[in-house]
T-cell receptor, first 117, second 115 residues
C-alpha cells in the first residue's frame, strides 16, 4: 500500500470558521509533510514532522496549526483564514534515514482543495 | 540553497512524438533528484528518482531521465508520447534536513499533447 489519503477532497470555509484537514498513511513512514500549492505554481513546503515531532516550520502564519497525533495521522487545523489562503493542500510522507535508507522519496496524497470565502 | 529551473513553461507535442523536458538544478552536494507528474486538481505522482549509481534511470509510464553532473541537469524523456501524458511535470531536488526531507520544486512544465 503506497497510498496517502487526504480528507476532505474539497472544503469551502468562511474567514471566521475553524476547520481541519486530515491525512493518513499506513506505509510505516515516520516523516510527514504539509505542502501548499497555489494555482499554476509548484508546491511549497509548510511543515515537516519527523517521528511525530515538528521539525520544520517554514514561517507559516499561526492561523495554520499542524498536529501529528500518531505516526499514521497528520492534521492541519485552520482558523481565521484569508481568501489568499485558498489553495490545494497536499500531504506527503516518507521514510526517515533511521528506517534503513539514507534517502527515500515522498509519496503524496490527492490533496484538499480549500476555498476561503 | 538548493534550486531547480525548468526553462520551458509550456510544451506541445504530437501524439507519438518524442519528448524531452529540461531540468537544471543547483545544489552543493550530491543531489537527490525527482520527476513528479500532476494531473489537474490531483496530487503528485512520482515518475522516477535519482539518488546515485547509474545516471540513466527508468521510471513508470515509459519515462526515463538522465543525470548529467557536468551540466547540472536531469532531463526527462519519453520516446513516444501518449495523449494521456498531458499534465504538469515538476522536477524537484531533495535535501536531508535531519528531520524529514525537504523538496524544492521547479516551476513546472505544462505538457499538451496534440492528437
Amino acid at each position: 500500500d503506497t497510498e496517502v489519503t487526504q480528507t476532505p477532497k474539497h472544503l469551502v470555509m468562511g474567514m471566521t470558521n475553524k476547520k481541519s484537514l486530515k491525512c493518513e498513511q499506513h506505509m510505516g513512514h515516520r516523516a510527514m509533510y504539509w505542502y501548499k500549492q497555489k494555482a499554476k505554481k509548484p508546491p511549497e513546503l509548510m511543515f515537516v514532522y519527523s517521528y511525530e515531532k515538528l521539525s520544520i516550520n517554514e514561517s507559516v502564519p499561526s492561523r495554520f496549526s499542524p498536529e501529528c497525533p500518531n505516526s499514521s495521522l497528520l492534521n492541519l487545523h485552520l482558523h481565521a483564514l484569508q481568501p489568499e489562503d485558498s489553495a490545494l493542500y497536499l500531504c506527503a510522507s516518507s521514510q526517515e534515514p533511521g528506517q534503513g535508507a539514507s534517502y527515500t522519496e515522498a509519496f503524496f496524497g490527492q490533496g484538499t482543495r480549500l476555498t476561503v470565502v | 540553497a538548493q534550486s531547480v529551473t525548468q526553462p520551458d513553461i509550456h510544451i506541445t507535442v504530437s501524439e507519438g512524438a518524442s519528448l524531452e523536458l529540461r531540468c537544471n538544478y543547483s545544489y552543493g552536494a550530491t543531489p537527490y533528484l525527482f520527476w513528479y507528474v500532476q494531473s489537474p486538481g490531483q496530487g503528485l505522482q512520482l515518475l522516477l528518482k535519482y539518488f546515485s549509481g547509474d545516471t540513466l534511470v527508468q521510471g513508470i509510464k515509459g519515462f526515463e531521465a538522465e543525470f548529467k553532473r557536468s551540466q547540472s541537469s536531469f532531463n526527462l524523456r519519453k520516446p513516444s508520447v501518449h495523449w494521456s501524458d498531458a499534465a504538469e511535470y515538476f522536477c524537484a531536488v531533495g535535501k536531508l534536513t535531519g528531520g524529514g526531507n525537504k523538496l524544492t520544486f521547479g516551476t513546472g512544465t505544462q505538457l499538451k499533447v496534440e492528437l
